[in-house]
């Protein structure tokens, strides 16, 4: 949504929020369990020289075991980031900066695989390594966004160190075959990273089982606090990582820096209501998801969904209205708060690169928009979606239509 349409709701009726892949809310059992360690328990986790500090620390030992048991992991090989992104880009650069730093036998391994596909964070992080010197290949993926195991595994070679790949998109939602890319990479010797943040919370995860080596996480995207995520490290067969930030050594000697005892264990409480929760959750919000779906489907002609139909997240659609740029979509809603994966600029829309890599047309691209629902939405606020997205998609195609028959190009 544009400035201009923001400023059109008043703070009393601020609108239906869809935007669930972006942030989702701060569960209010999570928010409970945070607030005695910003006042009360207030000590350094570090500090264990008297209870305070016992306390935090106690608390933070806590969150990890509650992370550990959302993925089947041990509580030892959870560490501590500021979120998915600085677990990411440890994972990929401290994989390759170890490599090169204590080469093992048969020479450097200094070859990285991704999709073309993956999150900004991680082909950055790639594109910084191609800088230093190590090779990537940014394998294709099909038009419903999966990856072909033929090609990720043409793809390696005696000299690759590690394979990163999105567990659950961003932006279409598409969920890879995890335990077959594992598998593949186990079967080569070969590290794989994923990066988890969509997907943790919301689908079963097992790191022993679809032999993931690295697993990023974000407290934000699972009703857990910003500034918090996390990195799973194996330890066997131990996975070993060059540290990105210097200083007291904390986390396993990984992640330097005083832990936020508050964000720890809300990301831990989170992590323990999806345990909990996360099944009969998944099958509400996928039956959110196919009513809003269904309900477009019979009132905008036309328009297509974007990746595949079964194998993406619970609560997620990413929709092309056809001859309707999605910025303007937007705009016309203002009612609902949804998203686009364009980038935006003064003087055009740019169409996403996940799209095109999906070989959508430019034209249908710039008219895609990305719906998430998420915990706190009911069926009434689905109905109203589709209620208010269908009439602004019908009001814009009759302004075009306008437009056209006067000859104007805008």
């Avoid at 806590?62 to 992991?73: D, H, P």
């Avoid at 993956?118 to 010197?133: F, P």
């Avoid at 999105?166 to 070969?190: D, F, K, M, Y």
């Amino acid at each position: 949504m544009n400035s201009s349409a923001a400023h059109n709701i008043s703070a009393n009726t601020l609108p239906i929020y869809f935007d669930n892949q972006a942030t989702t809310p701060v569960d209010p059992r999570v928010l409970e369990a945070m607030l005695p360690f910003f006042t009360e328990h207030f000590g350094n986790p570090h500090s264990t020289s008297h209870i305070y500090g016992h306390i935090a620390a106690d608390a933070v030992e806590e969150a990890r075991t509650e992370i550990a048991s959302l993925i089947q992991a041990d509580p030892r090989e959870i560490v501590f980031t500021s979120g998915a992104t600085e677990a990411n880009n440890l994972a990929i650069k401290g994989a390759a900066h170890f490599s090169r730093a204590y080469p093992q036998a048969g020479g450097i391994r200094d070859h990285i695989v991704t999709l073309t596909t993956e999150h900004k964070c991680v082909l950055e992080s790639c594109a910084q390594l191609e800088r230093e010197g190590f090779r990537v290949t940014y394998v294709p993926v099909e038009p419903n966004g999966l990856v072909v195991l033929d090609k990720l595994e043409a793809a390696l070679t005696e000299h690759t160190l590690l394979v990163s790949v999105l567990a659950a998109h961003n932006e279409i939602g598409i969920i890879q075959p995890l335990a077959e890319i594992g598998a593949l990479c186990r079967s080569r010797g070969v590290l794989f990273h994923t990066d988890a943040a969509q997907a943790a919370g919301k689908i079963a995860l097992d790191v022993e089982t679809m032999h993931i080596d690295l697993m990023s996480i974000s407290g934000h995207k699972l009703y857990g606090p910003k500034g918090i995520g996390v990195l799973y490290v194996r330890r066997r067969p131990r996975v070993r990582l060059l540290p990105l930030i210097d200083g007291g050594g904390q986390e396993r000697g990984l992640r330097s820096g005083t832990l936020p005892t508050p964000l720890c264990v809300g990301l831990g409480r989170a992590a323990a209501i999806a345990v909990q929760e996360m099944p009969d959750e998944a099958l509400r919000l996928r039956q959110l998801r196919d009513r809003l779906h269904q309900g477009l489907s019979r009132r905008v002609p036309g328009l297509s969904l974007n990746g595949d139909g079964e194998r993406r997240l619970p609560g997620n659609l990413n929709l092309s209205f056809p001859g309707i740029e999605a910025p303007s979509l937007i705009e016309a809603c203002p009612s609902i708060a949804i998203s686009t994966g364009s980038a935006c600029t003064s003087a055009k829309v740019e169409p996403s690169y996940v799209l095109r890599a999906l070989g959508v047309l430019d034209p249908v691209a710039n008219s895609a928009i990305r719906i998430g629902i998420g915990r706190f939405n009911t069926a009434a606020e689905v109905d109203f979606a589709v209620d208010a997205l269908s009439a602004a998609a019908a009001r814009l195609k009759d302004a075009i239509g306008v437009r056209q028959r006067l000859g104007d190009p805008t």
